[in-house]
């Protein structure tokens, strides 16, 4: 079984060429949810692709309009 890869808020802020805010704002929203690890927070490769796709499909549909 192999493990999931999961992200620091700082290198997702690095991945994702965000700000912090961006990234709050974000969570906020539920677009992309961190799990908690002990007192800390990692995002899963699996979510940040999903959301990357999400948004992709939106610019795409705002542009065909």
């Known amino acids: 079984m192999a493990l999931e890869k999961y992200y620091s ?3 997702v802020l ?3 060429k965000i ?3 961006t990234l709050y ?3 906020i929203r539920g677009d992309l949810v ?3 690890v002990g007192h800390l927070r990692r995002f899963a490769e699996k979510d940040v ?3 990357l796709e999400r948004q992709k499909v939106r610019n ?3 542009q065909t309009q």
């Open 60 to 62: 795409e549909k705002v």
């Open 9 to 11: 808020a700082a290198e």
């Open 14 to 16: 690095a991945m994702l």
């Open 19 to 21: 700000s912090n805010t």
């Open 49 to 51: 692709i999903s959301y």
């Open 34 to 36: 961190p799990a908690k």
């Open 25 to 27: 704002r974000l969570q």
